[in-house]
């Protein structure tokens, strides 16, 4: 609803003189209906203000547009706000993207937000595509030459430059993308508004975009520099919520703050829940997050997984499991991203699986559960993604699967990555290429070693804490023992992979990774210019998309309690098995029982269903297959216990992602046969045989084509199989690596932190 405005002269008096809270009170009541302003919000809005640059650092959903929009309503003239694209979101080259840009969600959920409420907003550029779109004439856009598209569009941002040309413009916020600032005819345009006294704030939002060293790093944020010097006087208000100190002070410098007010709130999100469980260690992660999820109804979840292909398996387990869900990356059509957004956003699905891609500027507050299904790239991203989780400040939850070889891969691709940029880069961006190496090693102690959770989130932004500030909201605080007797466990059924040639998955199989697309969408971002298709939000989208968060976007808050209290027992329940089964394990460690056996056999089917792409020329029985594989592993392991069994069954899986037929064939023996045509290379594996007809196969096929699946992992040609080892073997290795463990752990005591032991393996 539209509301008259508070007059100016009240609450902004003179320039430079601090403004009294109560008349801002007043402005935050009327306008947005919060009854006063959250941690630092107060402290910026006043410097800016009375013209002093400010930095402000403030944590994920902490309210930090609210600083630049209450100056906004507080003092004549306009606030100009820089705020980044999302991702690879040009879908055309460099220069016509600065105009068909597809502005990120946030400015466009934030102008409707701001329309809504009566405060004059715009932004500029994406207006132009969604009036083409309403029009009629998007269509006719795209089969426009690039000349006669740029007259039109140019003639389309007239109407708002009008705007800012008369004489008095209403405008109080205008949101524009840096590649905008970047061009000289809108930098000309600012200079002619901030000649005429009306240009009052310039905001940088996710100002952490700036740096190399931040985790978001694009080089569109670069050019922002020289606002400083193109419109002197105006005060410029810095804002992110995850920059490290060496990111803090990149920020202040590069975007030449003077004598900046610099407000840091603590990082802390304490309604967030912190969890890892280990993959390694479980029956069925999937079967374990299914779980996880079902207690929470209907409420609302996102599950990030690392790939396309990993997104579109999860999305299909889950539904089968009966878990409203769907799958959303940039490999999706625009129509059906689109439809599954909405569907999220207006509580129609319960759980979006997504690629990290996903969030950024979805404001949608009831997001009660964010769930990592592989390790994040670092503890930045790992902090603005579950920091999605409970922007209404209720409890919710943050749940990360850990598993090493997740661990392996990342650290193969980034390391690769890195290489990559090395050979194209100059010797001073030398560390810049390693620092993504380093900085998911913090995310790998955030799962591999003990002591609160929380606290290692906080002190990787340099913030200083006891562990008694998370008043057992981590499961390391909350179930201490188990969390150690599951790193143990991890060291130990983990420990002999280190050495049997598990990495050479990853590390043989280099030419596998040519597809970067694959992951494009989390590392290959400060490629901006270069008009990927990984454009995760094109113009209908994020138009639609914008209108969808704006309109549907409904809390249920009344119900939360209730299912946090039925979570909470659930998790109670969870713990309690387990600290049952740990006495069951003492009294008799080796057992692995039937149920067990049988749990393992379906994981190892649905892992041959999913690959069965992969294996199409090869004649077996999926049942008996699955039977075969389990009975090897049972065989060799029967004795050792259930750790080594359920480690090796979880390397099983894993290589049957990745192997060849042939391997296949070879490990099955008697119960598979190669078809005659796949006596070749693994060439034909993608084009399906007649004779591999299976019923079974045939209905995944089925139902992997009606969801618009694209098999897209990636197949590894050179995989080397892990050997089933005989347990003499296996003991063997593991004293082996038991001398080299205590080796390094001896000559890592000295880089230790917090005195806590390391259970890397
Ligand atoms: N003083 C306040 N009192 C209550 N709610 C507030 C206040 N200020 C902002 N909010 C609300 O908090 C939510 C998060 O705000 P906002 O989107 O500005 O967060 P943010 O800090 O920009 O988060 P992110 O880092 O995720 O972008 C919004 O719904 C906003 O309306
Ligand atoms: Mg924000």
Redesign the pocket.
């Known amino acids: 609803m539209s509301k008259s405005k508070l007059p100016l002269q009240n609450v902004c008096g003179a320039e430079k003189q601090v403004i009294k809270k109560e008349g801002l009170v007043k402005l935050?009541r009327w306008h947005?209906g919060?009854?006063?302003?959250?941690g630092k919000?107060l402290e910026a809005i006043q410097a800016v203000l009375s013209g002093r640059d400010c930095f402000c650092l403030?944590?994920?959903?902490?309210?930090?547009?609210?600083c630049y929009q209450i100056p906004a309503l507080a003092k004549q003239g306009i606030v100009l706000v820089v705020s980044p694209l999302i991702g690879h979101d040009l879908i055309l080259t460099a220069p016509f993207a600065l105009f068909f840009c597809f502005q990120p969600l946030?400015q466009e959920n934030q102008v409707m937000a701001l329309k809504e409420k009566g405060i004059a907003a715009e932004y500029l550029s994406s207006t132009q595509t969604a009036k083409a779109k309403n029009e009629g004439t998007y269509e006719l856009w795209l089969s426009m030459d690039l000349s006669s598209l740029a007259v039109l569009i140019m003639g389309s941002l007239l109407s708002i430059y009008e705007k800012l040309d008369s004489g008095k413009p209403s405008l109080r916020l205008l949101y524009v993308t840096p590649e905008l600032i970047a061009t000289a005819g809108f930098m000309a345009k600012l200079d002619k508004i901030h000649g005429r006294g009306l240009l009052s704030l310039i905001a940088i939002?996710?100002a952490h975009c700036v740096s190399t060293w931040g985790h978001d790093f694009r080089p569109s944020y670069r050019k922002l520099s020289s606002l400083r010097n193109h419109l002197p006087g105006i005060p410029v208000l810095a804002?992110t919520?995850t920059a490290v100190p060496k990111v803090q002070e990149d920020v202040m410098r590069s975007l030449c703050l003077r004598n900046p007010l610099v407000l840091k709130s603590s990082f802390n999100r304490p309604n967030i829940y912190y969890e890892v469980r280990y993959k390694d260690l479980l029956d069925d992660p999937y079967s374990d997050l299914c779980n996880y999820l079902k207690f929470y109804g209907n409420n609302c979840a996102i599950v990030y997984c690392l790939e396309r292909s990993a997104c579109d398996e999860m999305a299909l387990h889950l539904s089968n499991n009966g878990i409203s869900c769907a799958a959303y990356h940039a490999g999706l059509n625009s129509k059906l991203r689109s439809s599954v957004l909405d569907d999220w956003i207006s509580s129609k699905t319960q759980v979006v699986v997504a690629t990290v891609a996903f969030g950024m500027g979805i404001?949608r507050?009831d997001v009660r559960v964010v769930c990592h299904f592989n390790i994040p790239k670092s503890m930045e991203s790992f902090y603005q993604e579950s920091?999605?989780a409970g922007?209404d400040q209720l409890p919710s939850r943050s749940l990360l699967y850990y598993g090493v070889d997740d661990r392996r891969k990342m650290e193969f691709i980034l390391g690769k990555a890195a290489n990559k940029k090395l050979q194209h880069s100059s010797n001073s961006e030398e560390d810049t290429s390693k620092k993504s190496l380093v900085d998911f090693s913090q995310m790998v102690g955030y799962c591999e070693e003990s002591g609160c959770r929380r606290k290692k989130i906080l002190e990787s932004f340099g913030e200083e804490v006891t562990s008694s500030l998370c008043a057992k909201s981590c499961d390391a605080c909350k179930h201490p023992n188990v969390v150690s007797k599951n790193l143990e466990e991890l060291t130990s059924a983990t420990a002999f992979r280190h050495r049997n040639g598990s990495s050479q998955i990853y590390m043989s199989s280099a030419s596998a990774f040519n597809d970067v697309e694959q992951f494009s969408e989390f590392w290959n971002r400060d490629d901006e210019a270069s008009g990927s298709e990984e454009d995760i939000s094109d113009s209908d989208d994020a138009v639609e998309i914008a209108k969808s968060v704006a309109r549907k976007s409904k809390s249920s808050g009344h119900r939360i309690s209730d299912r946090m209290e039925s979570l909470q027992r659930a998790e109670e329940n969870y713990y309690r098995t387990n600290n049952n089964q740990e006495k069951a394990n003492k009294s008799d460690k080796k057992f692995i029982s039937e149920t067990l056996r049988e749990s393992s056999k379906q994981r190892l089917l649905n892992a041959l269903k999913q690959n069965q792409h992969r294996f199409s020329n090869l004649q077996v029985d999926l049942v008996t297959s699955a039977a075969t594989l389990e009975n090897e592993c049972h065989k060799k392991y029967e004795k050792s216990g259930k750790s080594f069994y359920l480690s090796q069954m979880a390397s099983t899986v894993r290589w049957l992602s990745t192997a060849t037929p042939e391997q296949l064939h070879d490990r099955l023996g008697t119960t598979a046969k190669m078809s005659p045509e796949a006596t070749g290379p693994a060439s034909n594996l993608s084009s399906p045989s007649p004779s591999s007809f299976d019923p079974e196969i045939t209905q995944v096929r089925e139902e992997k084509a009606t969801s618009s699946m694209k098999s897209a992992s990636p197949v590894f040609t050179d995989t080397v199989a892990p050997p089933v080892l005989s347990f003499s073997e296996f003991v063997n290795r593991r004293k082996d690596n038991q001398i080299s463990t205590s080796k390094r752990q001896s000559s890592d005591d000295g880089v230790t932190q917090g005195g806590e032991k390391k259970t890397k393996c």
């Open positions: 935050l947005f919060y009854s006063d302003f959250r919000q403030m944590p994920t959903g902490g309210g930090k547009s609210m946030c939002d996710e804002l919520a404001d507050k920091g999605r922007r």
